[in-house]
């Protein structure tokens, strides 16, 4: 079996973040699916605001120059020679990412570009169904999950830098599970996962699971 470790969940579960320092204690590479559907919606979004114009064909197309480029920690999207790693993280692709990742072309695209990272190289990789469509294979398989409360929280303590308030917290609860409800087709656990509720576990706790998993 590949050495892929695939980490999948919902929104916000800390996926991405528990990958990196996964990926850095074994020191392998770190690979965010998630960041290819967000550039794709980046790049759709330049091309043409009005999202309800966009085909299949027109965010492939948009899409068409964005390759993965490694850096230090994990791999950048670039649309041409540009670094997206800032923009796809702002709103405007958060609210219509899930538009575009329920169009099976572009699912298709992701999945190939994210497989080619791991030709001849390890890697810790992130998404909603690594696990299943993408890695059926990997030699290690977990599936995180968090109260949605939790996951609000951490998200904001992430984006704030300070301890949020319960309104604020409240109103993420509801994007998120707004987001969780728009990605259920695509969010697969693998019958072969190993389900790991990170509601009361540190970060740390969670990466040195994984961790042990892919050493045993
Ligand atoms: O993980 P992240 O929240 O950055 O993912 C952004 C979006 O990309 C998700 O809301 C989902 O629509 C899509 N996605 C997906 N399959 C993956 C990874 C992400 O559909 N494997």
Redesign the pocket.
């Known amino acids: 079996r590949p050495l892929v470790v695939a980490i999948d969940g919902p ?1 916000a579960s800390g ?2 973040s528990t990958a990196k320092w996964v990926a850095r204690e074994l020191g392998l590479r770190h690979v ?4 290819l ?2 550039a794709a919606t980046a790049a759709a979004l330049r091309t043409e605001p009005e999202s309800a114009r966009w085909t299949e064909a027109s965010v492939l197309a948009a899409a068409a120059p964005i390759h993965l480029v490694p850096g230090e920690t994990t791999f950048h999207p670039h649309l041409g020679d540009e670094d997206l790693e800032f923009v796809i993280r702002g709103k405007d692709v958060t609210s219509h ?2 538009q575009v ?1 329920q169009m099976p072309a572009v ?1 298709a695209w ?1 999945n190939r570009q994210v497989q080619a990272t791991a030709e001849g190289h390890p890697i810790v990789v ?5 696990g299943t469509a993408v890695f059926p294979q990997a030699r290690v398989k977990v599936f995180l999950i968090a109260d949605p409360w939790e996951r609000a929280r951490r998200r904001l303590v992430q984006r704030l830098q300070r301890a949020p308030e319960e309104a604020e917290i409240a109103a993420e609860v509801d994007a998120l599970t707004q ?1 969780d409800a ?2 259920e087709a ?1 969010t697969q656990q693998a019958s072969d996962a190993v389900l790991i509720d990170t509601t009361y576990l540190t970060q740390e706790e969670q990466v040195e699971r994984i961790v042990a998993l892919a050493r045993a």
């Open positions: 929104a996926k991405s965010d699916s998630g960041s559907y967000r990412v899930s990742a699912r992701v992130d998404g909603r169904d690594m987001r728009k990605d695509q």
